[in-house]
């Protein structure tokens, strides 16, 4: 008997495990790719018409989603008004994050937003007492250190250090970590209680349309043709492969990358998923290296390695704690 019911468990067990890994890679790829398309168009189009474009698009792939939710009447009383101050954090966040990649090389940007979990240990030690049991601990404050240490070196030494394009470029990296870490904390204290799909969908709702208004208004306007002196529709004057590109990275950072955290984090849990996001610094600078010939130095490469140990130290720790007594996850949106 024990057998009959042991199987069928570990078969789910087993599927589970293989469909997290396989969209946690997924997720990964897709994150990592952002950076390079960021700074790929940086110098076909302006910071403020690249938001706008694309996640402008990717509200609109949402969009049917909730509209589908609200003809079955089944829309979450009080979703939009929760909304509203994670949307406005994630939509500075995401202006900060867009004009870095102006100013410095996608490896140091995400590097630079590795910070972010500093800030959402500040932030959980202030909001929620519950999560002093984990950041208490002297692993998580180790890896807290290390993280720090790790981060400021990949910082410090980096080509153009003390120029002002270099210095602007990291205050706006280590900004939109500190406002990703604010946005996820207010997604915690806001949205508990709606399904976490939902959820993203109403702020991607919000975020796209701020992003959108923005292009509007500080867009570089076209020059000639059809569209001639309408803010935001430089992207249109790209050739067509170019824009569907710009389309394509809104949809797989946007539209797809949240879809696929989040099943990731139901089938891995959040530690091993975060865990395995890690990865990205380092897979954006090996690219970036390759396709821009913008490369780390050694003792980049070195402070990045010990930035990363530092934050997979607090993610472990989180996790052990958490076995041991129930605290809030750390944010997935």
Request: glycine fraction near 12%; charged fraction near 10%.
């Given at each position: 008997?024990?057998?009959?019911?042991?199987g069928?468990?570990?078969?789910?067990?087993?599927?589970?495990?293989?469909?997290?890994?396989?969209?946690?890679?997924?997720?990964l790829?897709?994150?990592?790719?952002?950076?390079?398309?960021?700074?790929?168009?940086?110098?076909?189009?302006?910071?403020?018409?690249?938001?706008?474009?694309?996640?402008?698009?990717?509200?609109l792939?949402?969009?049917?989603?909730?509209?589908?939710i609200?003809?079955?009447?089944?829309?979450?009383?009080?979703?939009?008004?929760a909304?509203?101050?994670?949307s406005?954090?994630?939509?500075?966040?995401?202006?900060?994050?867009?004009?870095?990649h102006?100013?410095?090389?996608?490896?140091?940007?995400?590097?630079?937003?590795?910070?972010?979990?500093?800030?959402?240990?500040?932030?959980?030690?202030?909001?929620?007492?519950?999560?002093?049991?984990?950041?208490?601990?002297?692993?998580?404050?180790?890896?807290?250190v290390?993280?720090?240490?790790?981060?400021?070196?990949?910082?410090?030494?980096?080509?153009?250090?003390?120029?002002?394009?270099y210095v602007?470029?990291?205050?706006?990296?280590?900004?939109?970590?500190?406002?990703?870490?604010?946005?996820?904390?207010?997604?915690?204290?806001?949205?508990?209680?709606?399904?976490?799909?939902?959820?993203?969908?109403?702020i991607?709702?919000?975020?796209?349309?701020?992003?959108?208004?923005?292009?509007?208004?500080?867009?570089?306007?076209?020059?000639?043709?059809?569209?001639?002196?309408?803010?935001?529709?430089?992207?249109?004057?790209?050739?067509?492969?170019?824009?569907?590109?710009?389309?394509?990275?809104?949809?797989?950072?946007i539209?797809?990358?949240?879809?696929?955290?989040?099943?990731?984090?139901?089938?891995?849990?959040?530690?091993?998923?975060?865990?395995?996001?890690?990865?990205?610094?380092?897979?954006?600078?090996v690219?970036?290296?390759?396709?821009?010939?913008?490369?780390?130095s050694?003792i980049?490469?070195?402070?990045?390695?010990?930035?990363?140990?530092?934050?997979?130290?607090?993610?472990?720790?989180?996790?052990?704690?958490?076995?041991?007594?129930?605290?809030?996850?750390p944010?997935?949106?």
């Amino acid at each position: 008997m024990s057998n009959s019911r042991s199987g069928p468990s570990a078969e789910r067990a087993s599927q589970s495990m293989v469909k997290g890994g396989i969209t946690v890679v997924m997720t990964l790829l897709g994150w990592s790719s952002i950076p390079l398309f960021l700074f790929h168009f940086a110098s076909k189009i302006d910071p403020w018409t690249s938001n706008g474009w694309r996640y402008g698009f990717s509200a609109l792939l949402w969009l049917p989603l909730l509209l589908a939710i609200l003809v079955r009447g089944r829309m979450p009383r009080g979703l939009w008004v929760a909304a509203l101050v994670p949307s406005l954090l994630n939509a500075v966040g995401q202006v900060a994050f867009t004009w870095a990649h102006y100013r410095i090389d996608p490896g140091l940007v995400t590097f630079g937003l590795r910070s972010q979990l500093i800030f959402v240990a500040i932030g959980a030690w202030i909001l929620f007492p519950r999560e002093r049991a984990v950041i208490r601990t002297r692993g998580y404050l180790a890896g807290l250190v290390l993280l720090l240490c790790g981060t400021s070196a990949v910082l410090m030494y980096g080509e153009g250090f003390g120029a002002r394009a270099y210095v602007e470029g990291v205050i706006m990296a280590v900004g939109s970590g500190l406002l990703f870490a604010c946005y996820g904390l207010s997604v915690r204290r806001f949205m508990e209680g709606y399904h976490p799909v939902v959820a993203f969908a109403a702020i991607c709702q919000y975020t796209g349309l701020a992003m959108v208004l923005l292009m509007f208004v500080f867009g570089d306007a076209a020059a000639d043709g059809a569209f001639a002196g309408l803010r935001g529709m430089t992207a249109l004057t790209m050739t067509a492969e170019q824009f569907l590109y710009l389309l394509l990275s809104g949809v797989i950072g946007i539209a797809l990358g949240h879809v696929f955290y989040y099943i990731a984090i139901a089938n891995l849990g959040v530690a091993v998923a975060a865990g395995v996001l890690q990865l990205q610094p380092f897979i954006v600078a090996v690219f970036s290296g390759f396709l821009f010939g913008q490369a780390l130095s050694p003792i980049q490469w070195v402070g990045g390695l010990i930035a990363v140990t530092g934050a997979l130290l607090m993610l472990d720790m989180q996790r052990r704690v958490s076995q041991r007594a129930p605290v809030l996850a750390p944010s997935d949106a």
